[in-house]
Structure formats: structure tokens, C-alpha cells
């Protein structure tokens, strides 16, 4: 059910996060609630804004207390006093009250991250007025003559001035309706992002854990920031296969490594379904870059130099650190194909280069 | 009757309850207005709540705000509402859905204490006991005004308003602070009725007044009334507190803004007495709810729940003073010392702790005290008819009490930051108690002058008593300030033990001493 009050949080929301009132921001207080969930202290921040008014200052800090304790024993809670001292170990309080969609704007704010502008006429939404509501204020020209008429009988009625017998209805400037508009967000076209991993024997537990985190974040990034996105995800060995978001995030397999099935499968996938004037395309790709052999990759640079790169808004790959492998691939697409715009290369070796691999992705802005 | 219509939300046996707990109510000698009770699902509470107790409210981001936090801490159990009631006549109350009988029970019999104390007390004799009608004019008021000005330039006047939304005078409602124009003489008099007899006036309506009865050619003007006419007119004729009054009578404003801050001002005159009486009112809705529940209307099986609760809602903790612990403790403080006549000069001036202790020990009081059959239920029942909470702690706190409460007084160790434990020290406690509850702890603000240095500029004064303001914060609404006055505007404030001008421009905020010599001064002093 809808409240009333409900528009009014969406606005303090939407000031808090700063997108209107940006002249409140510095009134913006964060205290914190203190909460249990099961054994854990939580930590839940609560947002507000104080308006500024007279009152008193520091030396204003005392009161009235009730209950045990000498002067000079504290009473502002935590700390001393509570629960058996010596062998307890410190609280934990856990951070809640985060949604997807809000850490994925704080990443974005926290990193800068510019966010993806859709480029030329790939526009993602498209803007529609409709004429749906009702309203006392408005242009002439918009008037709503029957709703009006009513009004205004139904004044004359209780004022006493209607007379049945000389029907006559007099609209006056108060009575008048006025037909009102609301403006519609409606997809366009969209956005694709196609994500290719290695699943190969040399990705080992560790490595898959580090590429399926990234894939996360960016997935999670670029949802928030396009309404409509589709995603594909394709896995790999020496055939590559496209398989479900599920599948994506949870598939073991081993065996040894193709990486351009993967760009033909990426490829096929584009041509049948994304038309590239009309979508806006991203692929990234996460290999420990231990590909099987050296003509492979070369084949690999032809498909992207040829066909996929000249298509596609961004082609992202990812290397990470394998015990086993060369990790060769990474240093075969530098020399082949330096100074290509839309394509960006990052290592990660362990979970903090994560930040620097998305960042690395995304400052371009493409 | 709207009643029979309403009651239908509840349930045969809520309606049942209210009825018989209303009765119970009614022989303790308890009267209040008729009271509707509705039942609501914890969202559609917390949006009243949000809304101060009342189903509309003008569009505001605070209310998102207070539903928010009402929201989270209810989410992770902290607490919960658990009752609701506005003074309006009838008055309204809203019961929780979820919550088990013996809750509806406390709650009923909390709001009933709660309803007898807005009818009788006299600090809410002056507030509007349609306020919930006024409250939805209001808001569709402001709807209005969006609707033509823009949701953005109506919401950040609303902001200023609010900023200054508690400089009122919470007791104007009770005197007038306006002395005459002019005192009258018997000359004047004699005048006047002379001037009467010549003038011979129809009776119109005000606006055709001009019209009817057109202004007589001045005959001669006298050298005394042009003197009057060109004399300096000194607006305010007297410093006061009501500056929100000031601002709509003198501010240039447009008239959706005028409009807007009456509002804020009738919002917040409707507001003040339950700030003025909070310890009152919510001790005495508690005593009442503790005495009929535990002698009335508990079910044996009930009890625990009853306890459980209750005790929840009594609870202390450090650092925070509990407003209903405090109030119920008082009033039956206060009932037993006049059941045993600790009162009055001779027991104020005995000096003798044993024989404090021991005074009207003998007396013997009866069990099962229904209405007001004892000296003391008469005395509880006065001090809630005139009272409020200054007066209250004034006069029935007693060192007695204090010690029996283990009251104590914190203040901010400098040194580490932290609250500590002062002292146990009665006038101390009592004075720092007195502090905390005038004016709503806080400060006391005059306009002084409404043409400053005949420059038109507003020159606003803080009355010191022993605070300074915060510095930062009189800046900043001064700011605000500044949008409703249109010309610069200053606050004379005692900071640090010097005379402090705060001012702003419209451009930038300047801090000066002030001093004697080269400051014009204000048309008064405070």
C-alpha cells in the first residue's frame, strides 16, 4: 500500500544522497543506531538533516541523570562497566542497511567512477508526455470544459443560485479544471554487456573467486546505471559455451584453453542479436591469460582488431595471477594491438587490485 | 453520532475495552473529551507519528525523515510505538494492530489520563481543538501554493520558516504584551465623546467603511498630532519574544509567504504546551494507567505482560532523564506527602531529618482511594489543572525525592569528552533541571528593533542566562533570517562574557564586539 508520507521520504532520500537540495547537504547529520542481530552488534546509520536554529552551545552539555554511580563515573554508556572485563573481545558492529543499488553508487561515488554515457542516438530512454491527471491550474487551452461545467454547477447548486428552470451555469475562474500531464521514462534501446571467463584447469578456486567478484561489481555497476540491461555471460575452455547468470557465477570445469572460442561465440552472439547501431556493447573478459598456444592468440587480436572491437563501446580484459600459467596473453594483445581506444587491460593479482581493475575500466567514461 | 460510525473499525472487543475502561476512567474522576481510537498497521503509525500524531500533514522532507528513523529502529527492535494521542476535541488515539490485548488496555487507559490532561490543563486551554481540521487546511494550503510557485521555492521557504519556528512566546496566548498605543486621559475621553456625538456614522461592513462613512475634512491639524505623525515610529513599541508575529506583521513578504510562516507559527503555538509539559503529562497519563490497570482491569493472567511493559516504559538508563518515570513519581510523591501532610511552612522549616522521615507516618490512609476522596488524589488533581513542567520541578521537588531517586547531575568531562557524574547535590540538580525545561531548553530571543540605525535593518537580542548560543548555528539561521527580513539582520548575543553583534548582509556573516561609542544602539534593551 502506498502512504502519503511515502513522497516525502523519497524527497529526504534523494536529498541525503545528495541528487536535489544539494544546499541542505551541509546540515547533514549521521548518527547511529546501535542494534542486535542474532550475536552481532549492528551498526545501523541513520541519516538526518538539522536545520539550523538558536540554541545553545558547548558549555551547555550536562543534564539530569538517574541511577547508581559516583562523580566522575561515566555515563554515557559503552566502554567500562558492561559484561565480564578481561577476556572479551572487542564488539564487532557490522555495517547494515546497504541495498546493492546504494553500495553501487557508493562505489561510483567513492571511485569517480564516470558513468557510461550512452553515446550519438543510443539513447536509453526516450521521454513521453501523457495526459493523465487533473489539476485547478494550467493553460486555457488545456481546460477541462465537463469537469468544469460540473464544478461549477455543483457550486451554483450549493450556493442556491441555480434555478432548474433557467439553466444557467456560469464557470467562474475557481471552478476551472485543467487536464495535466506526467512525463514518461520509456526504454528505448539498450545496453548488453557480454562476460567471458576462463574456466580453464589453470584457473584455480582463487583465481575464479577474484573474477567472478569483479564481474559482480561491474554487473552491479552497470544495472545501476542503465535501466534496461541485458547480460550474457559465456564460459570457456577450448570450446566455449554461453550459459546462464547462475551457471556464470557458480561452474567449475577444467581443461585446457581456446580464448578465441570465446570471442567467436561473443561474436556470433552480437551478430544474431545486438545490432551494434542500435545497442550499446560491452565485453570483458576475465583468463589467467595462459592460453593454449601462440597462434591462438594471434587469432584472437585478428577477431578483435576485425570484426569485434570495430562494433563494441568497450572491450575490457582482465588478467589475473595464476600460479601456473605464463600469462602470456595480456603482453600478445598490448604489442598487438596498442593504441586502440576502446580496449582496456588490467591485472589483478589479489581482492584489493579489484578497485584499480574497475576503476581502470570505467575513468575512460566510454 | 460520528462515534458509532468510527467505532466500527474496531473490533467487538476493543469497543468493549474502550467502553468499560472510558467508565472505569470516568469514577477516578478523569474528564475528557470524547475520544475515537483507530486501529493501524505499523506503517500507517508510523507515518502518523511522522506526522506528529495527525492523518495529514503539509509535503515536507522532515516527515520523511522522521519516518525513516521510526522505520529503522523499529525494524531492528529497538523500539516501537507504542500509543498515540492528539489534543484535539474529539480527541484521537491510535491503537497498534499487532499488539496483544494487555497492550490495548495500557494504552486505552494511558489515553484516557492523557485526554483528561489536554481538556483540564490549563496550559492547553488556548490551543485549537480543531486541529485536525486545521492541520489538513493547512496542508492543502501549502498544496496550493506548489502547485503556483514550485515545489522547490515553496519547500526552501518552508526550511527558513522552520529554522525559526520556536521564536514564539509560549505564554502570549495568556496576556497581552502590547501596552495601549496611548495611555487615555480623562481629556481624551472627554474628546472622544464629543468627537462622537459630531460624528454620525452608518453601519457598513469594514471594507465599505471608506465609502459610507467618508473621512471628515480635517479641520485644523494640531501641532501636537504632527508632531506625533513625523516622531520616529519605534517598531517593536516594546521587545518581545513573539518574533515570528513580528516577521509577518513587518517583513516584506509575498502573501503565499505570509501565508506559509502563519502556519509555522500557528503549528508551532499549537505545539508549545506539550513541550511545556512533558514530564506532566506523560507521568500523569502513567500513574493513571498503572492505578486503573493494576486495581481495574488486569485479568490475572495478564499481569506479567502488564509488568513487563510497564516496567519497559519506566526504565531508566544513564545519561537520559525518563520523562515518565520522572512525572509518575512525582505525582504520587506528591499524593503521599499531602496524605500525611508533609506540606507547608512548618514541615518546609523543620530542620530535623528523623522527624522529616518520620511526619504523618501515623496517619492513616485508606486502601482504595476512588477519585478524588483523599487530600491527596485533590492535591494531584490541582497541580495537573495548573502546572507545568517548570513549576512542577519548582515547587514539589525535594531533597527527599532527589535522594530517593538517586538523581544525579552529568556534565561533559573536557578533558576526555565523556559525560560524567558530578554531583548528587540537590539545589545543583534542581537548578540544572530547571534550566533543561525552560523554554524547552532553549534560549530566550527578543526582537529589539525593527528599524535599526534607521536603516531598516532587524536587530534580534538573546537574553543571557548563564549560556552562551552556539555560534555556528546563529550564523547560520541568521542566514535564514535574513531571507524573510530582506535587509541585514542582527543578533546581540553574550559570548564568553562579552557583548557579541552577529550580522549578516545578504553577502557575508560579520562577528563584532560591541561597543559603546561608535555603535548606533537599538531602539531598546533587554
Known amino acids: 500500500m502506498s502512504l502519503r508520507i511515502d513522497k516525502d521520504h523519497q524527497r529526504f532520500r534523494n536529498i541525503v544522497k545528495g541528487r536535489i537540495r544539494k544546499d541542505l547537504r551541509k546540515f547533514l547529520t549521521r548518527g547511529e543506531l546501535i542494534g542486535k542481530e542474532g550475536k552481532h552488534l549492528i551498526s545501523i546509520p541513520v541519516h538526518g538533516i538539522e536545520i539550523p536554529n538558536f540554541r545553545y552551545g558547548d558549555n551547555s552539555d550536562a543534564g539530569v541523570g538517574q541511577g547508581e554511580g559516583q562523580p566522575g563515573d561515566k555515563v554515557d554508556g559503552d566502554g567500562e562497566g558492561i559484561g565480564p572485563g578481561g577476556t572479551e573481545e572487542g564488539r564487532h558492529i557490522l555495517e547494515v542497511e546497504v541495498t546493492l543499488d546504494e553500495l553501487a553508487d557508493i562505489l561510483g561515488e567513492e571511485l569517480q567512477l564516470p558513468r557510461i554515457k550512452p553515446k550519438g542516438k543510443h539513447r536509453i530512454t526516450a521521454e513521453k508526455d501523457r495526459y493523465s491527471g487533473i489539476r485547478r491550474i494550467g493553460p486555457e487551452s488545456l481546460r477541462h470544459f465537463k469537469r468544469s461545467f460540473k464544478r461549477a454547477l455543483r457550486r451554483q447548486m450549493i450556493v442556491g443560485t441555480y434555478n432548474p428552470d433557467r439553466p444557467r451555469v456560469i464557470i467562474e475562474r475557481g471552478d476551472k479544471m485543467y487536464r495535466s500531464w506526467k512525463t514518461i521514462l520509456s526504454p528505448h534501446t539498450n545496453a548488453v554487456i557480454v562476460y567471458m571467463m576462463d574456466v580453464s584447469g589453470s584457473m584455480g578456486d582463487e583465481q575464479k573467486e577474484l573474477v567472478r567478484l569483479e564481474a559482480f561489481w561491474i554487473d552491479a555497476w552497470l544495472r545501476r546505471n542503465y535501466q534496461d540491461i541485458e547480460s550474457r555471460y559465456i564460459v570457456h575452455d577450448v570450446r566455449a559455451a554461453e550459459v546462464d547468470r547462475e551457471t556464470f557465477f557458480h561452474v567449475r570445469e577444467d581443461g585446457g584453453t581456446r580464448i578465441s572460442s570465446a570471442f567467436k561465440t561473443a561474436q556470433e552472439l552480437i551478430n544474431q542479436h545486438y545490432n551494434p547501431q542500435e545497442w550499446n556493447i560491452y565485453l570483458f573478459h576475465f583468463s589467467d591469460g595462459d592460453n593454449s598456444s601462440e597462434s591462438d592468440s594471434r587469432e584472437c587480436c585478428q577477431i578483435l582488431r576485425e570484426q569485434l572491437l570495430t562494433n563494441i563501446n568497450l572491450f575490457g580484459y582482465c588478467q589475473v595471477a595464476s600460479a601456473y600459467g605464463s600469462g602470456n596473453f595480456i603482453n600478445v594483445i598490448h604489442e598487438q594491438l596498442a593504441k586502440i581506444d576502446n580496449m582496456i587491460t588490467s591485472r589483478v593479482n589479489n581482492k584489493d587490485d579489484i578497485y584499480d581493475s574497475i576503476k581502470a575500466f570505467f575513468s575512460k567514461g566510454i | ?526
Open chain 2, 1 to 526: 453520532m460520528v462515534l458509532s460510525t468510527r467505532i466500527k473499525t474496531l473490533s467487538p472487543e476493543l469497543a468493549e475495552q474502550t467502553e468499560r475502561i472510558a467508565h472505569i476512567a470516568r469514577r477516578e474522576t478523569l474528564d475528557f473529551f470524547e475520544t475515537i481510537f483507530e486501529v493501524l498497521d505499523y506503517d500507517q503509525i508510523s507515518q502518523i507519528a511522522s506526522y506528529s500524531g495527525f492523518p495529514q500533514r503539509y509535503p515536507h522532507w522532515r516527515f520523511g525523515m522522521e519516518y525513516e528513523q521510526m522505520r529503522k529502529s523499529q525494524t531492528y527492535g529497538l523500539s516501537k510505538i507504542y500509543e498515540m494521542v492528539i489534543n484535539n476535541d474529539p480527541c484521537y488515539a491510535y491503537l497498534l494492530a499487532d499488539n496483544s490485548m494487555t497492550d490495548q488496555k495500557l494504552v486505552m487507559a494511558h489515553v484516557y489520563a492523557h485526554c483528561d490532561f489536554f481538556k483540564n490543563n490549563t496550559w492547553f486551554a488556548k490551543t485549537n481543538r480543531r486541529m485536525i481540521d486545521e492541520m489538513a487546511n493547512h496542508a492543502s494550503r501549502i498544496r496550493r501554493h506548489i502547485d503556483h510557485y514550485g515545489y522547490e521555492t515553496v519547500e526552501r521557504f518552508i526550511d527558513t520558516c522552520l529554522s525559526l519556528e520556536d521564536l514564539i512566546d509560549p505564554y502570549r496566548a495568556f496576556m497581552t504584551r502590547e501596552p495601549p498605543r496611548r495611555a487615555t486621559t480623562e481629556q481624551d475621553r472627554r474628546n472622544k465623546k464629543r468627537k462622537d456625538e459630531e460624528d454620525v456614522r452608518y453601519p457598513a461592513k469594514p471594507y465599505m467603511d471608506r465609502y459610507i462613512n467618508p473621512p471628515r475634512r480635517k479641520k485644523e491639524v494640531s501641532p501636537e498630532d504632527a508632531a506625533r505623525a513625523t516622531a520616529r515610529q519605534v517598531i517593536p513599541v516594546k521587545p518581545h519574544r513573539d518574533i515570528l508575529w513580528f516577521l509577518i506583521q513587518h517583513a516584506p513578504l509575498e502573501d503565499w509567504q505570509t501565508d506559509v510562516l502563519s502556519i509555522i507559527r500557528d503549528e508551532a503555538y499549537y505545539f508549545a504546551p506539550q513541550g511545556q509539559t512533558k514530564i506532566m503529562n506523560e507521568g500523569w497519563a502513567s500513574y493513571w494507567h498503572s492505578t486503573l490497570m493494576t486495581r481495574y482491569i488486569l485479568n490475572a493472567d495478564e499481569l506479567i505482560t502488564y509488568c513487563d511493559h510497564h516496567s519497559g516504559t519506566m526504565a531508566t538508563s544513564p545519561g537520559r532523564l525518563n520523562p515518565y518515570k520522572m512525572g509518575i513519581e512525582l505525582y504520587r510523591d506528591i499524593e503521599n506527602r499531602w496524605n500525611r501532610g508533609r506540606y507547608g511552612k512548618e514541615f518546609e522549616e523543620c530542620p530535623d531529618m528523623e522527624i522529616r522521615r518520620n511526619w504523618g507516618q501515623d496517619v492513616k490512609i485508606p486502601e482504595r482511594v476512588v477519585g478524588q476522596d483523599s487530600p491527596g488524589r485533590r492535591k494531584i488533581f490541582e497541580v495537573r489543572r495548573v502546572h507545568n513542567d517548570v513549576t512542577f520541578i519548582d515547587e514539589f521537588l525535594t531533597p527527599e525525592f532527589v535522594d530517593r531517586f538517586k538523581l544525579y547531575q552529568y556534565r561533559m568531562d573536557p578533558t576526555t569528552g565523556r559525560m560524567v557524574v558530578v554531583n548528587r547535590d540537590f539545589k545543583k540538580i534542581k537548578q540544572q533541571l530547571l534550566y533543561m525545561l525552560t523554554n524547552h531548553g532553549r534560549p530566550h530571543i527578543y526582537v529589539v528593533d525593527g528599524n535599526y540605525a534607521n536603516r531598516g535593518e532587524l536587530y534580534l537580542a538573546h537574553k543571557h542566562n548563564g549560556l552562551d548560543l552556539d555560534i555556528r548555528y546563529t550564523t547560520e539561521t541568521l542566514k535564514g533570517a535574513y531571507n524573510i527580513w530582506g535587509r541585514p539582520v542582527h543578533m546581540q548575543a553574550r559570548i564568553d562574557d562579552e557583548m557579541i553583534l552577529f550580522s549578516y548582509d545578504g553577502e557575508q556573516s560579520k562577528q563584532q564586539r560591541l561597543n559603546e561609542k561608535d555603535t548606533p544602539k537599538p531602539a531598546h534593551t533587554i
